[in-house]
């Protein structure tokens, strides 16, 4: 699967790409849009881009998960031999599991805090056209049709950008939204 990133100067441009990609057979699952104007997509059957898609929360969650939970078995380890050896051997494994499970989740927790604040790349790159009045339209299309859908989208819309995330915007920015 991969994301196309449509940048449309205006709503009826942006509706109308919309209802193309669902003859398309593109579902409303696989479409978002941000705006400014978000209520007047809404109006116009448009599915809203929400926090997920516009912002690097669930990635963050994944690298709090990858972080927490390593670091939570090593202080339960540390509380173990910090306090002696009063658990026994069930207690040991015990408390690193749980250790590890609370450091997990502190970890989902505090790293979607941050995740939040951080937009997707995209959404970074085009904050002044959409500040302006553009939407940007997120659109995850299968690979093996990701050539026909820019084709036919810019052949009935030459005026919209559109745009992936290259390796070099991974490379040098946190966020891609899911």
Request: charged letters at 20%; glycine letters at 12%.
């Amino acid at each position: 699967m991969q994301r196309l990133y449509f940048l449309t100067p205006d709503l009826d441009t942006t509706v109308n790409i919309a209802h193309e990609l669902e003859e398309l057979g593109l579902t409303h699952k696989q479409v978002h849009v941000t705006g400014n104007d978000w209520q007047a997509l809404q109006e116009r059957g448009v599915n809203n881009a929400t926090l997920r898609q516009t912002s690097d929360v669930v990635h963050a969650a994944w690298r709090g998960l990858k972080y927490g939970l390593p670091l939570g078995c090593v202080l339960g380890v540390a509380v173990y031999f910090g306090l002696g050896e009063e658990f026994g051997p069930r207690g040991i494994a015990t408390l690193i599991a749980g250790m590890g499970v609370f450091g997990g989740l502190f970890g989902i927790w505090t790293s979607t805090m941050v995740g939040v604040s951080v937009h997707d790349v995209k959404v970074d790159k085009y904050e002044q056209e959409i500040h302006d009045g553009a939407f940007l339209m997120m659109v995850d299309v299968p690979d093996e049709r990701e050539e026909s859908i820019y084709s036919i989208i810019h052949r009935h819309h030459p005026e919209v950008v559109i745009d992936k995330v290259t390796r070099s915007e991974l490379k040098h920015h946190w966020g891609t939204g899911a």
